[in-house]
């Protein structure tokens, strides 16, 4: 007996492996797929500029970077004793002006040199609603708490998102013609918007997505509501996927995206990774002493043959 239907899946042509080099980028979703990545060592940077929820967003960062443009005082402000911009998450702010500005522009570096050497940019888009600041005209990636009144909201058409997507491919490819673009579209739902409305944006955005050419798309959000169409799935929110779910969904994304080859690695660093979480009932212990010594030995020799693994002790 049956009792799931599966969201059919290809294996991808250009999977990653150890000397990968990873750019992801966008939603709460991206940092899921990108803690992952980065539990497992795969190398990869992560959202820079925090989480961004929506493709414009995402479209002017990446062209703010390759263009290396700077940040200055213009584009941030002040306000509840922190200073913020609205082109970047409130993960950023700070109460230093100077900090914010060297944060930002530490950012745009960043991604620019991850760009250059990408062999995969990964875009996991969250949302098709956006704001638009009334007195400049301009969307923001992030409110950060500012009054309504000073914002319109709208929802971006399945044109907009393509022409967004499309630039942003095009702009990566001014500095890397030969890196992999993936797509994706966040499960976690934005119930704020309103039920409908949740399901508008997600639909503009995977119309949108599946109009572009030349990059590939992975099916988070089919996965989440088909296979895994049961509220013991979610968070108590009832709102983003809760760990089993993520799980899951990275398992279905390994099958994808992940080189068979590199599966006896990842093995050698989650046991890693677990014996430095584990937690003795006697640290000086012989027992103990001789599993730390052991569980060096093997970082030591991850290390040996993969410089950048770095593993917190």
Known sequence: MKLQTSIPLDVA??????????????????ENIGEKLNYFKFQSVRNPFGILFHPLAIEKLLSKSIQKESFT?????????????????????DPSKENLLRKLNTALGQTYQQIAKATHVCITLGTSWVYRKTETDAV?????????????????SVAQITESLDSSIETIRTINQNTQVVFTVSPVRHLKDGFIENQRSKSHLISAIHQIKGASYFPSYEIMMDELRDYRFYKTDMVH????????????????????????????VDTIQKGLLHRPFNASSEKHQLFLKSLGEKITYLKEEYPFMKFNK
Request: net charge negative; proline share 4%.
């Open 140 to 156: 923001v990636a992030n409110c950060h708490k500012v009054v309504q009144k000073k914002f319109s909201k709208e929802l971006l």
């Open 13 to 30: 042509e250009n999977q990653l492996n150890y000397q990968s080099q990873l750019l992801i980028l966008g939603s709460c979703f991206a």
């Open 241 to 268: 996927p809760s760990q089993l779910a993520i799980d899951y969904i990275w398992e279905k994304f390994k099958e994808v995206w992940i080189s068979p080859q590199s599966y006896p690695m990842m093995e050698k």
């Open 73 to 93: 005082e213009e584009d941030i402000f002040f306000l509840n004793e922190q200073w913020h911009c609205f082109d970047a998450h409130s993960d950023l702010s």
